[in-house]
């Protein structure tokens, strides 16, 4: 038995998800549109909040790109899953905000101009902190440096990537909805919803195609799954309450520590990590897990109006 348990072990740390090149490319594409659909709704007003009260934004950013990824090290060191489902717990990690943070806190009645705000912000800081995050957290896990090793990833080139998939379709979203508001007030309610439901799809069959991969080891990935996501919802809440905002302050920031941009992370793991089965099982399975218990939160919370008002 202690055999055949090893095997599978070492099976789910080498198995690849077959994804081709052309289907890579298609993925980019949507996710950039996917970006640039989001930042279609952002103008430059949205950080006017940073002038007038950095306090949300900055404890936000603290919990997305310090304090979760802290919390996932511990929880790596603690439980020890296998090095490839560890290595798809750092990279989710390092991740910013998910694409669907901004209709979920409105869903719970949270603070949208600062889900919003988060977005943006957090998307630029991706550009640089996702691969430095995930290089400095996978480095200081003996098994996980064995994957960096093997896959000599280059910080920088994941820099380029990420800038082209999120800092580029930012950007032009923004400068659109600068000069042309309305423009981008239309394109917006069509391009945010539909590229997202074209990415999802793409996802989907990428899962499909190599279903027997991900149905024999999801269960190894499912309540490791929904540890994770527990205590990244549990560390955004806490540190906002510890940091004294308000309540609808506090759902924001929950919602944005909890639903993970896991759609970046498949990306990355296609592309740099050659579709690594732990990796890309445990974030396809996140991806999948944020939104149900994203939208479960937001269900709870938006029956109980916080009852102050929004921010301009």
Not at 36 to 49: C, K, M, N, T
Not at 68 to 92: H, Q, R
Not at 297 to 305: E, N, S
């Amino acid at each position: 038995m202690i055999t055949y348990i090893n095997l599978v072990d070492q099976i789910i740390d080498t198995v690849h998800i077959n994804f081709s090149t052309e289907a890579l490319w298609v993925m980019n594409l949507a996710l950039a549109f996917v970006m640039f659909g989001i930042a279609l709704e952002i103008s430059v007003s949205d950080f006017r909040h940073l002038v007038k009260s950095p306090k949300p934004v900055l404890v936000g950013v603290i919990s997305q790109f310090l304090l979760l990824p802290i919390v996932t090290f511990f929880l790596v060191w603690i439980v020890k899953p296998l090095p490839s489902i560890a290595m798809g717990m750092f990279m989710v990690a390092a991740c910013p905000g998910g694409n669907v943070s901004n209709f979920v806190t409105h869903l719970a009645k949270g603070n949208s101009a600062l889900s919003v705000s988060l977005t943006a912000i957090a998307t630029l800081l991706a550009i640089f902190l996702t691969p430095l995050n995930l290089q400095l957290w996978g480095s200081l896990y003996g098994p996980t440096h064995s994957i960096l090793k093997t896959v000599s990833i280059s910080p920088w080139e994941m820099i380029k990537l990420v800038a082209l998939l999120l800092g580029i379709p930012l950007v032009l979203g923004m400068w659109l909805n600068y000069i042309r508001p309305k423009l981008a007030e239309k394109m917006a309610k069509v391009l945010k919803v539909g590229s997202l439901l074209f990415f999802i799809t793409l996802i989907f069959l990428a899962l499909y195609n190599n279903r027997d991969v991900f149905m024999d080891y999801v269960f190894y990935v499912f309540w490791i799954v929904l540890l994770h996501n527990f205590l990244a919802f549990f560390t955004g809440f806490s540190w906002a309450k510890l940091m004294g905002l308000s309540q609808r302050d506090r759902k924001s920031i929950t919602i944005e520590t909890g639903i993970q941009n896991s759609g970046l992370g498949l990306l990355l793991i296609f592309t740099f990590f050659d579709g690594l089965g732990g990796m890309a099982i445990l974030t396809a399975f996140w991806g999948i897990w944020h939104l149900v218990s994203g939208l479960i939160l937001a269900t709870i919370w938006g029956y109980k109006p916080s009852g102050e008002k929004e921010l301009a």
